[in-house]
Nanobody, 126 residues
Framework: QVQLVESGGGLVQAGGSLRLSCAASGRTFSRSHMGWFRQHPGKQREFVATMRWSSSSTYYGDSAKGRVTISRTNAKTTVYLQMHSLNPEDTALYYC???????????????????WGRGTQVTVSS
């Protein structure tokens, strides 16, 4: 079984920064991409960023482009989402899913990711 655990969320003031982390555990699995999504209350999950696992190349969604950076450790054990210039609209539950769709370039739909964690809550106060 594959487990993804997000952490690093919390309460931050507008203009502040946070770094979210995502660790995978359980059985070894092949992944094409690792992504970050967020979900506002009552809304669908929204694409934030993704990283092609083989090359670490990245792609960002429009929602937070320019204010977030997806990265990983050299050992490929942890994926990060560095966020800065946060505003209240960034308040959401953030997820770090894994995709096994090797035929898709930078998957951006939740349905293109197979494994999901429980998410980590980010709250930005004004």
């Amino acid at each position: 079984q594959v487990q993804l655990v997000e952490s690093g969320g919390g309460l931050v003031q507008a203009g502040g920064s946070l770094r979210l982390s995502c660790a995978a555990s359980g059985r070894t699995f092949s992944r094409s991409h690792m992504g970050w999504f967020r979900q506002h209350p009552g809304k669908q999950r929204e694409f934030v960023a993704t990283m092609r696992w083989s090359s670490s190349s990245t792609y960002y969604g429009d929602s937070a482009k320019g204010r977030v950076t997806i990265s990983r450790t050299n050992a490929k054990t942890t994926v990060y989402l560095q966020m800065h210039s946060l505003n209240p609209e960034d308040t959401a539950l953030y997820y770090c899913p894994a995709s096994r769709y090797f035929g898709i370039n930078y998957p951006r739909a939740p349905s293109q990711y197979e494994y999901w964690g429980r998410g980590t809550q980010v709250t930005v106060s004004s």
